[in-house]
């Protein structure tokens, strides 16, 4: 009699240890999961930082520009250079982000 308690429990030992170990996995393979999601958003906001400071550089070169006033009449000439380069920096980063 007793040994049959002592199977009963011991079968019972054997179940919940293989519903341990399969949850175990489970958790672990989630685990792995948020961890290659948490890399790829801190790569997605690396991103969107690194075009966040772009447009900020714009922003400051776009009112350097405004605030130019050369007395020879060349300002037009001088906000189309500025622009080309904002245009060519775009590009760049356009492409880097690719």
């Known amino acids: 009699m007793e040994q049959d308690v002592l199977k009963s429990n011991l079968n019972g030992l054997e179940r919940k240890i293989v519903v341990l170990i399969n949850e175990h996995k489970t958790l672990k393979a989630e685990v792995n999961a948020l961890k290659t999601a948490n890399s790829e958003l801190k790569q997605t906001l ?53």
């Open 46 to 98: 690396r991103q969107r930082e690194e075009q966040l400071d772009g447009f900020r550089n714009q922003a400051k070169i776009t009112k350097i520009v405004d605030n130019i006033h050369p007395e020879d009449g060349s300002v037009s000439e001088l906000r189309k250079t500025v622009d080309d380069y904002i245009r060519e920096i775009d590009k760049c980063i356009a492409h880097l982000s690719r």
